[in-house]
């Protein structure tokens, strides 16, 4: 069964933290993507990755980076926590090619306080 | 830039059927599909439909697209209450690269017993 897995169900840091959100995928999808959940917002793009070491910005890159230095993890960095950062963060994975839609991981809820 | 639109909430009686529509705005989505999400997991996907398809069924699903007034919707027949969900739409664009899915707000589906 092909999985999508993140680090941390659930997540508390404080204010100004540097926080690190991975996501590891074992199917060997080129495609992986973050996105932020937030009630009545629905989902989010913050950025997204073709292959190795590519990343482009979603719809709201603001405050975020990334990293995908190998195939199967992409890791999403708060270089400084806010608390409107606060929110479900959902990793997913795609093979290349628009038919087949994502595969998500469970999710990560953090909370900034 | 694309744009999809969903009603936040939906109620309805178990044994009775369930429609959830949702309207999107980028006139070239090749696909369009319909997300389920239990609470504290991440998005299944439930079905999905090509732009040249008007319906799709799949047991108790029914996916109906209206391409000319940009409109999507998802009947589930036979509502239970393991169908308590939010479900979300999603599309995707034509253009080779441009593969990031665009949601709506989720529909939140609550069964009255």
């Known amino acids: 069964d092909v999985k999508v897995t993140q680090s941390s169900r659930y997540l508390v840091k404080r204010t100004g933290e540097k926080v690190f959100l991975e996501c590891v995928q074992d199917?060997?999808?080129?495609?992986m993507f973050w996105y932020r959940q937030d009630p009545g917002l629905g989902l989010r793009l913050i950025y997204f990755s073709y292959d190795v070491k590519m990343k482009e910005k979603g719809d709201i890159p603001e405050g975020y980076s990334v990293s995908r230095e190998k195939k199967e993890r992409f890791s999403l960095i708060l270089e400084s926590a806010s608390t409107n950062q606060t929110s479900m963060y959902l990793c997913a994975s795609r093979l290349q090619g628009v038919s087949y839609g994502y595969t998500f991981g469970s999710g990560t809820r953090l909370t900034v306080v | 830039g694309e744009d999809v639109e969903q009603s936040l909430f939906l109620s309805v009686r178990e044994g009775d059927s369930s429609v959830i529509n949702c309207t999107y705005t980028d006139s070239s989505s090749t696909y369009l599909y319909w997300y389920k999400q239990e609470p504290g997991a991440g998005l299944q996907l439930l079905t999905y439909i090509f732009s040249n398809m008007d319906m799709k069924q799949d047991q108790r699903l029914t996916v109906l697209l209206n391409k000319k007034d940009k409109h999507l919707s998802l009947r589930i027949a036979d509502t239970q209450t393991g169908d308590s969900a939010i479900y979300f739409c999603a599309e995707t664009g034509a253009n080779f690269g441009n593969e990031k899915l665009t949601f709506g707000t989720g529909t939140r589906l609550t069964i009255i017993p």
């Open positions: 199917m060997d999808h080129e495609n």
